[in-house]
């Protein structure tokens, strides 16, 4: 890890750093073209993500999240107006703890990186990772989707996930990519709670008979409603893509495929929303099991 | 409803069209500073389009659902790719029918106007429409959205609503705009579908009691889980928005306050999710009345 050239002593946060850590301040960056901050802004694409194994996360909250849940912290950035906020001085005390860097940048920086107006005064750089299917070991629910292609149904789903105590989410074959600036944003912070997986059809469908894990995949083919199908007692939740569906070869390998019932000219729900309403109803079958309240 | 000078014969659909129309030909367009193409690109904002009253959709298949519904359609952007389809001739004829423009533009400005690369090869104008509160009499099932702020989850809600033979859904107090370009793309055609209704908290409570429809609000403080309500023979759901939940002093009109059981560290749904769980818990409760399947 190097430090630039650009790195300024910050005082404040001086007295409670430890002296043995690599980085031991925080840094003051004021240019659009520091290279922290344009490899921040590569992160939008797809091809800068693979090449540094980096991804981007937005607000306070969630990169404590990252940090609790055992994340690697590459750098964190922090607007002027961030730094007054307890809580922010804490996440980069917690930060330079974790051997990341820290810098301050003008709120105009950051809001060029997240393209918004009114931007998270927070901006992390975090090294991306997979799970693997051992990950998922046990899991009583899980998701998988196969070629997802809206990051922002992706990471409303692992959001889902959390939210119903699904051991993880597998995306079959490719798929849109999960740390996709826009897949982080919609998974609210739940990308760093639940695994994902990505994975072949065949291994994925080998693991979970050998996991013992009942596969319900929804089809506008199906010929049960979602209520009538016997979901078992661990149950993985297939769903075809946005444009196409479920192809036949993979509704074959279903313990059963279910349809959602519907009224009205539409033909189909929104990918996230018919994976809630199905996963919700299986959940139910199960008293809500695990649910906080 | 003025040509401009850029009017040009476009002899393929002539023979098919009536005299007696104010506008019988397709002109041709390739400036992307025409008027009419510089209209259509004002709608992405808000103001522009209540100055014109008009909004944007894209897609052949949506702009069909717009007219069999009888909506007005001011316009109809055709690329010259899409000139090819007899799909797009056909509806290009049932638009000159209407009395709309139709113009035939280059792609690069279809694009320009989408922000897409793979752009619809057909953009519509159509004159904005909301509903009255009478125009929900009588329905089984309703939304209502306390001030909804993103227009992606007001359109995939638009969807909802079509999709589980909601009447409408109701926009309450303020909230974002549902003929927004997000809103209406989230929306697949459903926008011209489903009538969508704004309107003053006192109005929509004072009608929903005259109505005897019962009213559903979800909330994290409610006492309830969402499978254990009374939903009554007719329900109105009642969501807050994105940020708050649902203000006190409205959760105090419901008749029953749910709450979705949730597990894991996330604490919420995303919008439309949690809508999508709810109605379908609702309608599961009367045996999916009206369901195609």
Chains 1, 2 share one sequence.
């Not at 940090?67 to 906020?85: I, K, P």
């Not at 922002?152 to 074959?173: F, H, M, P, Q």
């Not at 444009?243 to 036949?248: C, D, E, N, R």
Request: charged fraction near 25%.
């Amino acid at each position: 890890m190097t430090l630039g050239g650009a790195g300024r002593f910050w005082p404040d946060l001086a007295p409670v750093l430890l002296p043995t850590h690599p980085v031991h301040f925080v840094e003051e960056i004021t240019s659009a073209q520091n290279p922290l901050v344009k490899l921040a802004r590569a992160l939008e694409r797809k091809k800068a993500r693979i090449e540094s194994g980096l991804f981007l996360t937005e607000g306070a909250r969630h990169v404590t999240e990252g940090l609790d849940n055992g994340w690697q912290l590459h750098a964190l950035l922090l607007s002027d107006a961030a730094t007054d906020r307890d809580q922010v001085r804490a996440l980069a005390r917690q930060a330079l703890d974790h051997g990341a860097r820290v810098a301050r940048v003008p709120e105009r920086v950051l809001e060029s990186l997240t393209h918004r107006d009114n931007a998270q005064n927070v901006i992390a750089l975090f090294r991306m990772r997979l799970a693997g299917l051992e990950a998922l070991a046990g899991a009583r629910r899980l998701i998988a989707l196969e070629r997802p292609r809206d990051p922002g149904n992706l990471g409303t789903i692992i959001r889902l996930a959390d939210s119903t105590g699904c051991g993880g989410v597998v995306i079959l074959e490719e798929g849109c990519d999960p740390f996709s600036v826009e897949a982080v944003r919609a998974s609210m912070g739940s990308v760093f709670a639940v695994p994902v997986v990505r994975c072949g059809v065949d291994a994925f469908d080998a693991w979970r008979r050998q996991e013992g894990l009942r596969l319900i995949g929804t089809s506008l083919e199906g010929s049960v409603r979602h209520t009538d199908v016997d979901p078992g007692a661990r149950t993985c939740i297939l769903m075809g893509n946005e444009q196409s569906g479920l192809p036949p070869a993979m509704a074959a390998l279903c313990d059963g495929l279910v349809r959602l019932p519907m009224a009205g000219r539409a033909d189909s729900l929104n990918l996230a929303l018919a994976t809630a309403v199905t996963v919700y109803e299986v959940w139910r079958r199960s008293g809500f099991d695990g649910a906080r309240f």
